[in-house]
């Protein structure tokens, strides 16, 4: 009778073993190289993970490092998921030349009003497959920031005193609208590096949101900045790692799947437009900047000297696709569900 009692007892032991042992929640890491007081580390990624961990009822954790603790140079982010060192991260397309072309259409200027239109844009085409240079990894959500505006430490109270200007281009899309400005682009600087770029007379200013202007210090640089122009977006993306991804546990998964996709790509984008606003109000109420809008007329000139930059994407494929016509009607559908 003892030694029943005993061998029942182990096998209560090895079951209530192994029920903890089988719900020991599986841990992602989440990078960001972008400060953790950025509206996206500081509101929207801590969001997406209470919401996830919740709808994982435990099978799911995610640890999140922002700032650069897992990294800090914004060019190897991809390369940490590809390599699985991370689980997901903060990636920007243009630091990565011509592995995402189809995110080179939002850099375009005068396309969108804000970050959620594009990224939304970017989303839908996304669903639609529009964007293959991505099926090796999975997309937790897409930023689309901007649109991106003129910021300098020189005086640019109107186009024609950019002339000569030397200004960061962050790729090959920037390069040309920066070229139109009849400024000089200068790539090979990365956004953390603009501020102090400024600051040692390498650069002249740049094109950045008014949001990140305070994130990567470029306000403590730069005095003079043109609000209202529209010089395109700029995609960063969260890809997890696929083999990560696709070794979770169902429950893990089917929470992922329930925050992925338009509803980080809504929040994101949404939280980046505030961010935005914010910092136009602190320009303007420092006494320190000059917040400058170009007139209609400026800004038609300007426009007119742009309009080329979108044709090599406002042609038809060997497949019989226009992206960029794409894009204006995943836009037009955006546009729609927003008002």
């Not at 954790?61 to 390369?79: D, E, R, V």
């Not at 505006?149 to 790729?171: C, F, V, W």
């Not at 509803?263 to 949404?270: D, F, G």
């Not at 400058?292 to 930059?309: P, Y």
Request: hydrophobic share 40%.
């Amino acid at each position: 009778m003892k030694k029943l009692m005993i061998l029942a007892l182990l096998g209560i032991s090895i079951a209530l073993a192994g029920q903890c042992f089988a719900t020991e929640p599986v841990t992602l890491q989440l990078a960001s190289f972008v400060s953790p007081k950025s509206v996206t580390n500081s509101v929207t990624i801590p969001a997406f993970i209470k919401a996830v961990e919740e709808a994982s009822e435990g099978t799911l954790k995610i640890n999140h490092y922002p700032g650069g603790t897992l990294g800090s140079s914004p060019k190897s982010q991809l390369k940490l998921v590809e390599d699985g060192v991370v689980d997901i991260a903060e990636v920007v397309a243009a630091y990565t030349p011509g592995r995402f072309p189809e995110f080179a259409l939002f850099e375009l200027p005068f396309e969108f009003n804000n970050s959620e239109e594009a990224g939304l844009t970017a989303w839908e085409m996304y669903k639609k497959g529009l964007m293959p240079s991505m099926d090796n990894l999975e997309v937790m959500g897409i930023v689309q920031v901007g649109p991106y505006t003129l910021h300098a430490s020189k005086d640019i109270s109107s186009p024609d005193q950019l002339s000569g200007l030397k200004l960061r281009a962050g790729g090959p899309t920037q390069g040309k609208i920066i070229e139109q400005l009849n400024a000089v682009p200068i790539g090979g600087i990365g956004a953390t590096k603009i501020a102090e770029g400024i600051s040692r007379k390498v650069l002249d200013g740049c094109l950045m949101d008014d949001g990140n202007l305070f994130n990567f210090r470029i306000a403590d640089a730069t005095r003079y900045h043109v609000v209202n122009v529209q010089m395109g977006n700029v995609a960063v993306f969260f890809p997890m790692n696929k083999a990560k991804y696709d070794s979770l546990p169902e429950k893990a998964k089917a929470a992922l799947d329930m925050y992925r996709g338009e509803w980080l790509t809504r929040e994101l984008n949404r939280n980046l437009d505030k961010q935005i606003y914010s910092g136009i109000e602190k320009l303007r109420s420092s006494q320190k900047h000059h917040v400058i809008e170009w007139s209609a007329d400026e800004i038609e000139q300007v426009k007119q000297a742009m309009a080329h930059i979108k044709d090599e994407w406002n042609v038809t494929d060997a497949k019989g696709i226009n992206l960029y016509e794409e894009m204006l009607k995943a836009k037009s559908d955006v546009q729609a569900k927003m008002n």
